[in-house]
């Protein structure tokens, strides 16, 4: 979108990168109250409000400077839904459920933003002033919610996909996978400073990406 001033962009990046992310917290939140755990419930953040996801740094910040150094991609974060895990009904078991919610949501929104570009230029002829901002607002929503969700789903922790791999991996072994967690964001931020994890999340954007804009006719 080099072809847009900073302001368009970011005008065009922010309202799929609060939904991206905002949803996905409240995900995690609402699978985690159907197996017992009602804390996010109680705590107000079962909410789209994204005031109450909000995170000054993975939020705003980050997104907003990978906006500004036009590096092909954003990703970010929320304020974590709180789970007290012992509250669930099968507490390992349903919390690869309440992880995986996370990334599921994001797999959602991409193709519901697939839909929105569909419209976009469905009624490019009679609705431009509409259907431009539609078709680039659901070009971002749908790169943003792959990235998140193919980077969610990496077997990290505290990623999604670290805490699916503790609940499905028996007792010991899980607990040893489980003490990587406090070394996981600093991992996370050596993967992408080497190029690391650009290299590995890179080739699944784009095939999940070119998968759904081929169904998509495009």
């Known amino acids: 979108m080099n072809q847009f001033s900073m302001i368009q962009t970011i005008a065009i990046w922010a ?4 939904f ?3 949803v996905h917290e409240v995900a ?32 705003i910040a980050v997104p907003l400077l ?12 929320a304020r974590p839904v709180p789970v007290t895990m012992e509250n669930l009904r099968n507490p390992k078991r349903d919390m690869v459920w309440v992880a995986l919610a996370g990334p599921a949501s994001n ?16 009624v490019h002829t009679t609705l431009p002033w509409i259907a431009e901002p539609l078709i680039y607002m659901g070009q971002a929503g749908v790169l943003i919610n792959i990235v998140l969700m193919v ?25 040893q996978f489980s003490r990587i967690e406090p070394y996981g964001f600093f991992i996370l931020i050596g993967l992408l400073a080497t190029g690391i994890l650009g290299q590995i999340m890179g080739s699944m954007i784009n095939g999940i990406s070119s998968l759904l804009f081929s169904l998509a006719g495009f």
């Open 15 to 18: 309202l799929p990168v609060l």
């Open 20 to 22: 991206a992310i905002t």
């Open 28 to 59: 995690h939140g609402w699978v985690a109250k159907q197996l017992g755990d009602k804390t996010a419930m109680m705590l107000g953040r079962l909410t789209l409000n994204p005031l109450k996801h909000i995170d000054p740094i993975g939020t």
């Open 66 to 77: 990978l906006v500004v150094l036009q590096t092909g991609f954003v990703f970010g974060w």
């Open 107 to 122: 797999g959602a929104m991409a193709l519901l933003w697939l839909v929105a570009i569909v419209v976009g230029v469905a």
């Open 151 to 175: 980077l969610n789903l990496l077997p990290l922790p505290p990623l999604d996909g670290g805490r699916i791999v503790t609940g499905l991996l028996p007792g010991k072994i899980s607990w």
